[in-house]
Nanobody, 116 residues
Framework: QVQLVEPGGGLVQPGGSLRVSCAAS????????MGWYRQAPGKGRELVEM???????RYADSVKGRFTISTDNAKKTVYLQMNSLMPEDTAVYYC??????????WGQGTQVTVSS
């Protein structure tokens, strides 16, 4: 059974940085998409940044130049490096992956709070 596990998250001051990670476990086939969504209080879930298997990268305009997604294939882990954080980045961040033959999977979510 595939699981996406997200340790980390936390409280950071405005202008600060934080890295969240997501490790995939279990028998994994080909990944077609992997990345991050977030959901702020009272709002819907929105795409933050995501790798697509054709080599493209999708991201929200609000994080352009501030957030960077990366992967460690050996560790089956995807990271989201968040810099220049703002209070409006406060949300629960969810890891997402789509695997061939297995479908969509979500992490349990990790809280990121940007506040002074």
């Amino acid at each position: 059974q595939v699981q996406l596990v997200e340790p980390g998250g936390g409280l950071v001051q405005p202008g600060g940085s934080l890295r969240v990670s997501c490790a995939a476990s279990g028998t994994i086939f080909i990944v077609t998409r992997m990345g991050w969504y977030r959901q702020a209080p009272g709002k819907g879930r929105e795409l933050v940044e995501m790798f697509i298997s054709d080599g493209t990268l999708r991201y929200a305009d609000s994080v352009k130049g501030r957030f960077t997604i990366s992967t460690d294939n050996a560790k089956k882990t995807v990271y989201l490096q968040m810099n220049s954080l703002m209070p409006e980045d406060t949300a629960v961040y969810y890891c997402f992956a789509n695997f061939v033959q297995l479908g969509n999977y979500w992490g349990q979510g990790t809280q990121v709070t940007v506040s002074s």
